[in-house]
């Protein structure tokens, strides 16, 4: 193994601008203007860093001390930090899981964190009593010392290695701690190069960081690097990179049939005990109902957008579950397809599909350990990222960004997933990292395009500038709906530059503009995601105008089926359900409602997956369902067929009431209104049905007849 030196060459130079970025990126907070003191030294234009990586380029560095001057932003609010537990318990023998459970919910709604959060870091002991290798560290944002429990674990005296499976900012403090805390010699860390990277950048800004790394020895892992543990485990690495982390790897142990899988097959909530998720605790395993909506939320959010990715990575790992004893099939067949799609969309895939490996629990970053789920969870992990695929092969958007703290990162991610809830599909590309013929190819294909850049020195980087160049010369990006994006600290001129030389070039834009000073807000994020989904709307509507002009016009008669005329027979009472979630709030006409249960009382609705409500309805979440009066439905159902704009007010002007429990709008026109709390939530199809019990009711006009729905066919409301 050849220890790797930390280079303190350019990034040096920069310390200044490194400094600016770790304040940064410290927790909810603000960069402040560079000043005259934190400047960086001067270098040649286009050249300098901006702090976190040495590949994200300040175009016009100029500029930098302008903006400065004539605008420096607030002062950084006060940090914050998130009250947090720590727990310890057994995994496998000789494997433990310190879990940082944080039952807050965090502002960080793209997770939708409402369930709060779990971090994980796992001990692994070696061929004696004592940890010799520790697995990830927890971010600073939460209140707890976790160098000081590995003291008291006895951890630090015996440590030797430090294995690292995802890095941000916010995990080098805590990072820095631990090191300080193991003083024994030879402790060596172990990380992938974009980790090592972003450990770079920040130590040559950061002294505190650059002391506690100087006695480590560093080991860059890539596919196929191997760690053996004296006396029993191997540790095969496994680099699973996406663009938001281009850094993720995951950690095989053959002897334990354990995957160390990072953020992959994780899942933002807290345990109600951390007992119940240890092996020999009260129960063995959290189970699909408890977790199965957590897990495919964070697919949804973090995965969907870079399916592509995820199908590599799966393909990567060829989890077998069943190898190890668990129940059904492993992977092979669907990675199989899997593999033939990608190689089809990407034009050059993976090295092929690996030895399947034989795992009986995964030890995810966040979230519950999987073992009794597993193969269910791996399957379904199989199948979202083929729906995505597939998606993605009709129609896809292209979501091209650079962030250089991770603000325009946040903003890409909120608009992806908007899009992959109107069922089509995403390619995402961070440019930072990506290649002119990727880009190039990318926009060949894609049916829709979003940009966004933050504004560094008053421009956009030098990245975002090329691909501008690109996109702009791109016949077939010319063609297809776009939008612009990104996130600022005081003047913002990198949106409107964007904007600008797309609208001169004749670009047709799909919705305006997202600029987001700083870290996007709740509603920030929401008016990204109604972006994404105003944009995929558009995107299918121009899909199906070339659908219809290449077939020839059919009557309804003519198509319809009579299974699709005998559902059409099928009523329910127009209602309209509406759900507050912090300051965002929706609404939606509803029809396919039913009462399901008596006791207690429970009804169902059918809410298709793009419907922007749709998010506010995990389960846990209330809602009121407004029942229309007869000769009443008319203004109201006007108002809400017509379009909106991403996060307006559907009720804006209208004399309405508040749930008291949930703040949800109450429509005094209705006939009766319930209120009602998600129970369980069920795909089905292109809808979800979502089960909810009735907490409250009223009815509000003692005469009216409910409005019943009546169609013609089974193909639409
Ligand atoms: C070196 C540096 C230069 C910056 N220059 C500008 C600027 O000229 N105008 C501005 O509005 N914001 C400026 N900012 C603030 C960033 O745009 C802001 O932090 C934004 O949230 C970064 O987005 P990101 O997280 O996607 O990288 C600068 C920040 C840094 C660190």
Partial sequence: MQPIALHKGPAAALAPAGQQAARQA?????????????????RGAGQRHTGRSPRLVVANTASIETQAQQAPPGPPPPETKYAATVEVAAVEKGVDVVRVACAERLPEVEFNLRRGTTTNSYLLKGAGSGYEALIDVPSLVFNVDFAGQLQSMGAVKTLRYILITRLTPERLPVLASVLRACQQQGLQLWLTNPALQL?????????????????????????????????????????????RWPDLVSIYSEEDKLLFSSNFFSAHAAPPSLAAGARNGPRSDWGWSEYGADWQYYF?????????????????????????????GGLGAVLSRLADLVTELTMGADDGVAEPLAVSAIAPMHGPVVRQSLTELVRRYGEWTKQQLEAAATASVAVLYASAYGNTASLAQAISHGVTKAGVGVETLNLESAGLDELERLLDRCSGFVLGSPTLGGHMPTQVQTALGTIIRNSNAKQVTCSVFGSFGWSGEAVDMMEKRLKDAGFRFAFDPVRCKFKPTSQTLQLCEESGLDLAQEVKRAQKRKERLAAAKLSVAETASGKALALGRVLGSLCVLTAKDGDAQGAMLASWVSQASFDPPGITVAVKRDRAVESMLPVGAGFVLNVLAEGKDRPVMKRLLKPFKPAEDRFGGMEVLRSEATGAVILPEAASYLECTVSQRMEAGDHYLVYATVDSGKVLQDNAQSVVHYRKIGTSY
Avoid: H, W, Y
């Fill in 26 to 42: 410290a927790p909810k907070g603000r960069a402040a203007a560079p000043t005259a003191a934190s400047r960086p030294a001067s």
């Fill in 199 to 243: 450990l770079n950048d920040r130590a040559a800004a950061d002294e505190n960081l650059a002391n506690a790394l100087k006695a480590v020895q560093v080991e860059v892992v890539s596919r196929g690097s191997e760690l053996r543990l004296p006396g029993k485990r191997t540790l095969r690495f496994i680099p699973i990179p996406t663009p």
């Fill in 300 to 328: 949804d959010c973090m995965l969907a957008p870079a399916a592509r990715q995820a199908a590599t990575a799966l393909e990567r790992l060829n989890i077998n579950a069943s190898l190890s004893g668990g129940k059904g």
